[in-house]
């Protein structure tokens, strides 16, 4: 039941009807159950992995709380918690490496040894790598103190599965989360018409900018030697894609939580304007950076024998550089997790490792721009400057995603000499558009283009701190209406699909 479906839709606004029907206290059993339906109208299998995840969160958390509350000696007292949050992120995120990864092993181990183990027929449950890094993070919250445990099994149930957000995201902080799902709300006009216009310009990403963008990148993509002169547009409608997709979807389920009066954090923050990819990866999937940041990053770098090495590495290279060769290393584990996180590949971990050693070599050049800015009377914040910077990191970002959307290293390269050698932009008129075949393909390219001149239009005021909700506030209700029921109606008009294909995020 994808996000987009008229089933999904109808499940909602039923899901809507009783929630703000049954008495208030009772709102947070109703999201209980519409989200414990919603995952069973999905797949029965699956809901057994999430009970799992979240009984063994559940019980480690009110094991260490209460060992925290026994009195006994604190040395004793740490050792036990210790071993109890080890065993229970075992537990968790060991059931996400084994049904997510261990295929690949299998794979690998063949190759390497020539043998013929036989791959397993595992289930990917919807949402693993969500719910189980949204428990993982709340059983470290509360081991180290940051929030108490939860007592209520099946208040912690609704943390972990609440519906909209478990499709794709965003990874919820219990902190910020746990407390709006069990709260009274009531029905309020500015929530449901903030959520409907959220949800609609979701579905503008995704059914008109992603989706025409996906028609064109899989037919560069899958012939690309009949395609080689736009090979460089096809991977900036990955980009396009991607970005539509996610965007898209998150808006969504951002829209659809509002409705039931409960705000969830933003995914992203107008990532192309970033300028540096350092920059740009804390606008981008912001959720996930931010969890490896706080859960793994901090960790990794705080750790004893990462302390260790870089009192040596200062000892030997100087303060500074030691300081920074025990960063990079830490950022480069965080970004092949990011990798392997997004797929069991080596395209997915070398894309991984690309974006983390581009951002060990911009920090260890610090210093040398810092010299040539001086030298060039550069300011950082002059617009020129900016527009470099923002299409330097645009381009990085770039040369990662050929081999983010394709099948092997060796096709990346190939997509990459295509993209320096060969540059024929008429080829696009090659490529059919639907079942007028290409007759239609020079419309449907003017819709994709006006679809993203106009999400660009948004970005730059939201870029500029301009709030789209403020500054609606300040148009005719008429004028607002009718603007919001054209973009509606474009969505069936002009996407080139009746059912939109499923989110790619939603596959993690």
């Not at 709102?27 to 414990?36: A, E, F, I, K, N």
């Not at 050792?79 to 995120?93: E, S, T, W």
């Not at 007592?151 to 149930?157: D, E, Q």
């Not at 920059?279 to 990462?306: A, E």
Request: charged content about 15%; overall charge positive.
């Amino acid at each position: 039941m994808a996000l987009t479906s008229n089933m999904f839709f109808l499940f909602t606004i039923v899901g809507l009807c009783i929630y703000y029907t049954v008495p208030v206290r009772m709102q947070w059993m109703v999201l209980l159950v519409c989200s414990y339906c919603y995952y069973i109208l999905v797949s029965v299998p699956a809901v057994f992995f999430l009970i799992f995840s979240t009984a063994v969160t559940y019980g480690c958390a009110l094991w260490i709380h209460r060992i925290r509350l026994s009195g006994q000696n604190e040395k004793k007292s740490a050792g036990k918690r210790k071993r109890i949050v080890a065993l229970g992120l075992f537990l968790n995120i060991g059931m996400l490496g084994f049904l997510k990864y261990f295929n690949f092993f299998i794979e690998n181990v063949n190759r390497i040894s020539g043998g013929h183990i036989s791959f397993l027929h595992l289930l990917l449950p919807l949402g693993i790598s969500y719910y189980t890094f949204q428990t993982a993070g709340y059983l470290l919250d509360v081991y180290w103190g940051r929030v108490p445990a939860e007592s209520n099994p099946l208040k912690y149930a609704l943390f972990v599965s609440f519906f909209p957000q478990l499709v794709q995201g965003p990874i919820g902080r219990y902190g910020r989360l746990a407390a709006q799902l069990t709260a009274e709300h009531k029905l309020e006009f500015s929530r449901i018409k903030y959520g409907l216009e959220r949800i609609v310009w979701g579905l503008f990403k995704k059914m008109i900018v992603s989706e025409w963008a996906s028609i064109y990148r899989e037919a560069i993509f899958a012939q690309p030697e009949q395609y080689s002169g736009i090979a460089i547009f096809g991977v900036l409608l990955y980009t396009v894609e991607l970005y539509g997709d996610f965007a898209g979807g998150i808006d969504i389920v951002i829209g659809i939580a509002a409705l039931f009066g409960i705000t969830l954090d933003e995914n992203f923050r107008q990532p192309f304007f970033a300028v540096s990819i350092s920059d740009f990866w804390t606008r981008w999937h912001i959720s996930l950076g931010s969890w490896m940041k706080d859960y793994v990053f901090y960790p990794l770098t705080l750790s004893g024998f990462m302390v260790k090495c870089q009192k040596k590495a200062k000892a030997r290279l100087g303060r500074k550089k030691g300081r920074f060769i025990t960063i990079a290393f830490s950022n480069l584990v965080v970004f092949v997790l990011v990798g392997l996180w997004h797929g069991p590949s080596w395209n997915n971990i070398g894309w991984g490792f690309y974006n983390g050693v581009i951002i060990a070599i911009s920090g260890f050049l610090t210093d040398v721009y810092q010299t040539w800015k001086k030298k060039l009377h550069i300011q950082d914040q002059s617009r020129g400057y900016r527009l470099f910077m923002m299409m330097r990191t645009f381009a990085l970002f770039n040369i990662g995603q050929y081999f983010d959307c394709v099948d092997s290293f060796g096709q990346a390269l190939q997509m990459i000499r295509y993209s320096f050698t060969c540059f024929q932009p008429s080829q696009f008129l090659l490529i059919s558009s639907g079942k007028t075949g290409t007759a239609y393909t020079p419309y449907a390219l003017l819709i994709l283009g006006i679809g993203c001149l106009l999400w660009l239009a948004v970005s730059i005021l939201k870029e500029r701190g301009i709030k789209m909700e403020e500054l609606f506030t300040k148009v005719p209700p008429a004028l607002e209406f009718a603007g919001f029921l054209l973009l509606f109606l474009c969505i069936p008009l002009f996407s080139p699909m009746s059912v939109a294909r499923g989110f790619i995020y939603a596959q993690f």
